[in-house]
Structure formats: structure tokens, C-alpha cells
């Protein structure tokens, strides 16, 4: 079963608009929720990370939103650039292990 | 930075075949991980290891072995190849006494005709 799921499958904005990235859960144990960005033909890397006992982390012009009780999570992308068209992945960490379970993906495109 | 290297880059083989998928890191990180990345799945841990002698079972480790004969390098070998293992294979490393982030390769795509 899918334990980290992610939506929208895609997504597309337009240059300068505030892209919003969803992410839930199952797990109540995962206490560490970084999200990766891809490119094509490359591999995933770490963009931004949040810990279970915040419920905001912010980093420039990414943001993560994140409601412990309702098992949810969101990056919020303010003034969204071309260069940020990429496949966003939502990760997930069960404490005292060091292993991540990763959502389906959403591929951002921003339209200039 | 951080380094993870994966040889080779594109490989193309036949169902019953062995192939082995290598990775090298030279962050002397004690943690290495394979994954496998299909679309609609994200990313998939296969095995991984906590660090030279030691392997794990991922989440989806049919059909594949691995094998950690160093601090630095880490294999992913697949005894008899089959067409549904055609996928995008990431390795990467972590230590979480370093930190929590784990640091990707740039990928092996595998075909199996």
C-alpha cells in the first residue's frame, strides 16, 4: 500500500505564482518529512526538510506546511521561476531507522 | 559535496541475465541504499546497508541481492533479469551523524528485452 501519497500527479503555474504541493500519510511513527526535487536525467535531491515536532520550516522561497493530527503536508513554492520545473517528491522517516518512504512524485512546470 | 557515483549509466540486458549495478561513494558515509524509481511509484528501497559486510532488506527485494564489500562501494545484482526489473536504479548514501539527508546518484537505467 501507498504510505505516503502525494497530489496533484502534475502540476502547472504560471512565472510568479505560488505553487502549493500536497502530501498525507499513514504512518504515525514518521517523525522526518524531507521533500526532493528532480530533474530530468538526474537524481533526486534534498530541497527542504521538516521534523515532526514543527509544523512550519521555511527556506527562502520554499515553504512546508505540516498538521501532525491530520496526517498532512504541503510545500508551498512562492514566485515560481522556470528553473523550478522539476518532479517534487514527498519523503517519509520512521524514527530510529534510517530508511525513507517516498510519494508517487508531482511534476511542477512553470510557465513563463 | 557530497559524491555518489553509479556504473553503468545505461545497460541493456537479456531476460535471464545477470546484471550487477555498481555504486561508489566517497562521502565515508556509513549508510548506502538502492532504489528503483517507475512511474506512478516514486522512489522504491531495494536493500540497503548500514555499512562494509552488512546488507538489508529493503521494501522490494525479490529478485535482487546486494552485496557491501567496502565503506565505499555497493552493489545491486540481479541473478536472473526479467523485464519487469527494466527501471531507473538510484544508489545513495546518508549518515544520520551527519544529518539526515540522503545523497542520490545519478542514476542506471536498465532495460531487460
Known amino acids: 500500500q501507498q504510505q505516503v501519497r502525494q497530489s496533484p500527479q502534475s502540476l502547472t503555474v504560471w512565472e510568479g505564482e505560488t505553487a502549493i504541493l500536497n502530501c498525507s500519510y499513514e504512518?504515525?511513527?514518521?517523525?522526518?518529512f524531507p521533500w526532493y526535487q528532480q530533474f530530468p536525467g538526474e537524481g533526486p535531491a534534498l530541497l527542504i526538510s521538516?521534523?515532526?515536532?514543527?509544523n512550519k520550516k521555511e527556506d527562502g522561497r520554499f515553504t512546508i506546511f505540516f498538521n501532525k493530527r491530520e496526517k498532512k503536508l504541503s510545500l508551498h513554492i512562492a514566485d515560481s521561476q522556470p528553473g523550478d520545473s522539476a518532479t517534487y517528491f514527498c519523503?517519509?522517516?520512521?524514527?530510529?531507522?534510517?530508511?525513507?518512504?517516498f510519494g508517487q512524485g508531482t511534476v511542477l512546470s512553470v510557465i513563463p | 559535496e557530497a559524491a555518489v557515483t553509479q556504473s553503468p549509466r545505461n545497460k541493456v540486458a537479456v531476460t535471464g541475465g545477470k546484471v550487477t549495478l555498481s555504486c561508489n561513494q566517497t562521502n565515508n558515509h556509513n549508510n548506502m541504499y538502492w532504489y528503483r524509481q517507475d512511474t506512478g511509484h516514486g522512489l522504491r528501497l531495494i536493500h540497503y546497508s548500514y555499512g562494509a559486510g552488512s546488507t538489508e532488506k529493503g521494501d522490494i527485494p525479490d529478485g535482487y541481492k546486494a552485496s557491501r564489500p567496502s565503506q565505499e562501494n555497493f552493489s545491486l545484482i540481479l541473478e536472473l533479469a526479467t523485464p519487469s526489473q527494466t527501471s531507473v536504479y538510484f544508489c545513495?548514501?546518508?549518515?544520520?551523524?551527519?544529518?539526515?539527508?540522503?545523497?542520490f546518484g545519478p542514476g542506471t537505467r536498465l532495460t531487460v528485452l
Open positions: 504512518n504515525s511513527a514518521f517523525d522526518y
Open positions: 521538516i521534523l515532526s515536532v514543527s
Open positions: 519523503a517519509a522517516r520512521t524514527g530510529g531507522n534510517n530508511k525513507l518512504t
Open positions: 545513495a548514501s546518508g549518515d544520520t551523524d551527519r544529518g539526515l539527508e540522503q545523497y
